[in-house]
Structure formats: structure tokens, C-alpha cells
């Protein structure tokens, strides 16, 4: 009698199991991740619906998924505190470029409907690494907000922030937080568009907004504020790469950094105001560079070589990097910029005033 009570029970508990089962998407095939920072939980399937809460567990998923086809991780509006690196490096999942891998706002700037409050948040709260010298001594730490281990990767339309951490803590050691790293082994094609980096050097250092190996880098419509650097280029050759429609504005280390670019770089339609060094190569000046259609207003140093997390190197031959007919270029001064948060165009040159006709800032036309 007891046995043909537990029976119901027990195929009730089977039937429940599979439902939920069946309802999980498989990692083989998910084309779509959702994240919200604010009802979101990791142990969701990760469907509109049933969000996950963090990036660093869409990174998990992705990880988990092979063959080949598209996938997108939509974050909606909020705050993602980042207490952990989000590892994209999914080895037996194949991208292309038309097929990619997408971390994308929920609304991205040009909907008919954003705002720039609806931009997420992104803010590193995460521990630091220890370096040491040859001789043991400490000479500072560092983080990866999003790292990037594959090609074929867009991301659009996140509002990036660095750390809040003293970033100098002592003399010789410096703490610093990169929030978009792209590193790894023959990789190529990645976009970054329509994000916002933000930072200030005393109460939250954005150390450097882009650290990039790999070939055709894409960096455009994307507004740099207050970040110490903005986009460096390293380690593998970076061909067919460019940056274009990109407001820059107070930037207190470099503001490109070419040491590995390869002279098919194309950098126009960049909009340059209050930077400290504004283009800074390698230490052998192997390439030769050219600026297109971009107004610079304000600097302390036109190019530099050499340099490194510690410092911005030292003058370079002025020759190497050359600038176009329809390039302004005024050492002293400072554009105009719309400070409204209520404002579409808040953080953007203001309308009517010099560098608001190249397009550059967070709207693609």
C-alpha cells in the first residue's frame, strides 16, 4: 500500500526534472544570453525571462558552447559590480565574421528610445594580481575586467568604468585595472563601439581602456573620459586596424598607443581635447603614421616612443606621425562639452562649436 503511494510522488519528482531539463537550453546551441544586474541570479537558465546576474558567469556559458554560429549576451540597464574577471574563451565554439560573438546593452545608442542612463554599468571591484621584480620586490598589481580570448568579437554600447583603488600607493608601485583586454594566440576582428569609458585619476583610475593584441582592430564611436589611456596596441603585428569617430577627452597618460600597429593604421573623424601625450609608437619608430580629418585641441606632447605602464617614454621624431590638410591641430585650448546628464548628448561636443561636425562621439549616422 505504501509503495503505490510513493509511486505518484515519485513520477511526479521524474516529470518535474525532465520539464526542467528540457527547458535548459543546451550550450551547443544557445544563441542568446540575458543578464540583469538587478533581478538576475546565476543559477538561471539565462533567457529574457530568467536573467543571469553577472558577466562573469555569461562568460562561463559561453565557454561551454561548440560548433559554430552566433552568439549575443544582452545586459540590461544597471550596475555590474565586477568582483571576478569575465574570461571569454570559448576553444571549441568557432566564430566568423559575419557569425560572432556579441556583448551588447539591451538598448544601444541610435535606438529611437536611449538614453544615457540606460547605458550598463560596468565598475571592477576584483582583487589585484602581485608583480615583483627580479630582485622579489613588489612593483605593483593588475586586473582584466572583460578578457577577450577569441576572434570574431563585437562589443557595443556598455558604459566601462576602471577601479576605485590608489593607483600609486607608493613610489615605484602602481595598481591598475585594464577594463577590455583582447589577448591570445593569431587572433583577429574585434569591434568596440558605442561604449562609454569613463574614469578619474583620483577617485576611480581607468588605467587603460583597450589593451589589444591582435589584428584587425576596430575601435569607433566610442567616447574616452577621463581614462588615463585610451587604446594600446601590443605584442603581434596589429594590421588592418583603425580608430574612428571617437571623442577623447581628458586624457591624462596616452592617447593611442601604436606599438605594434602596422602603418595601414587608419585613425580619422577623432575628435582630441585636454590630452597629455597624444600619440606615443614604439621605441624604435619602425612605422610611420598619418591622422585624417580630426580636430586635437589642447596637449602636452604630440608623439612619444617607448614608454610603459610606469611612464609615457620620451619625444619621438615628430615625423613619424603626420598630419593631414583637414586635421586641426591647436596645442593650447579646450573644446566645448555638454555636462547635462538629462542630455542625449551628454559628455558630447556641443552642438555648433568646433568638433561637432566629424560624428565622433557614441551615434553611428
Not at 543546451?26 to 540583469?36: D, F, G, K, R
Request: proline share 5%; hydrophobic share 40%.
Amino acid at each position: 500500500m505504501k509503495f503505490i503511494k510513493l509511486i505518484p510522488t515519485f513520477c511526479l519528482f521524474l516529470s518535474f526534472n525532465f520539464l526542467a531539463i528540457a527547458a535548459t537550453p543546451s550550450m551547443a546551441t544557445v544563441e542568446n544570453i540575458y543578464l540583469n544586474p538587478k533581478t538576475g541570479k546565476d543559477t538561471n537558465v539565462g533567457t529574457k525571462e530568467n536573467p543571469l546576474k553577472t558577466l562573469s558567469e555569461a562568460s562561463r556559458r559561453v565557454n561551454q558552447a561548440s560548433g559554430e554560429g552566433a552568439i549575443t549576451v544582452y545586459l540590461s540597464s544597471g550596475v555590474y559590480g565586477m568582483n571576478e574577471t569575465a574570461d571569454f574563451n570559448p576553444v571549441n565554439k568557432k566564430f566568423s565574421k559575419t557569425n560572432r560573438l556579441i556583448i551588447r546593452a539591451e538598448i544601444v545608442p541610435n535606438d529611437i528610445n536611449w538614453k544615457p542612463s540606460d547605458m550598463p554599468i560596468l565598475i571592477s571591484t576584483m582583487p589585484f594580481s602581485v608583480e615583483k621584480n627580479d630582485k622579489g620586490e613588489v612593483t605593483g598589481g593588475q586586473n582584466f575586467g572583460i578578457l577577450i580570448q577569441n576572434s570574431h568579437v563585437t562589443i557595443q554600447g556598455l558604459r566601462v568604468l576602471g577601479e576605485p583603488v590608489h593607483e600609486n600607493p607608493s613610489k615605484g608601485i602602481l595598481i591598475r585595472n585594464y577594463p577590455i583586454v583582447w589577448e591570445g594566440k593569431n587572433l583577429e576582428d574585434l569591434r568596440i563601439t558605442q561604449c562609454l569609458f569613463m574614469g578619474d585619476k583620483i577617485a576611480i583610475p581607468n588605467h587603460l581602456a583597450v589593451l589589444a593584441n591582435g589584428k584587425a582592430l576596430e575601435v569607433d564611436h566610442c567616447v574616452f573620459y577621463g581614462v588615463k589611456d585610451a587604446v594600446v596596441m601590443w605584442n603581434n603585428p596589429a594590421t588592418e586596424s583603425s580608430m574612428h569617430h571617437n571623442l577623447i577627452i581628458d586624457s591624462y597618460g596616452g592617447v593611442v598607443w601604436t606599438w605594434s600597429a602596422t602603418s595601414d593604421f587608419k585613425f580619422y573623424n577623432n575628435v582630441i581635447s585636454n590630452a597629455n601625450v597624444l600619440w606615443i609608437l614604439d621605441k624604435a619608430e619602425k612605422e610611420f603614421f598619418l591622422i585624417e580629418n580630426s580636430i586635437i585641441v589642447g596637449y602636452n606632447s604630440y608623439v612619444n616612443k617607448g614608454g610603459g605602464p610606469q611612464g609615457f617614454g620620451e619625444n619621438a621624431n615628430p615625423e613619424k606621425l603626420k598630419a593631414g590638410k583637414d586635421v586641426i591641430l591647436k596645442k593650447e585650448g579646450r573644446l566645448e562639452i555638454i555636462e547635462d546628464q538629462t542630455d542625449t548628448l551628454y559628455l558630447h561636443i556641443k552642438p555648433g562649436t568646433l568638433g561637432s561636425n566629424l560624428g565622433a562621439g557614441l551615434f553611428a549616422k
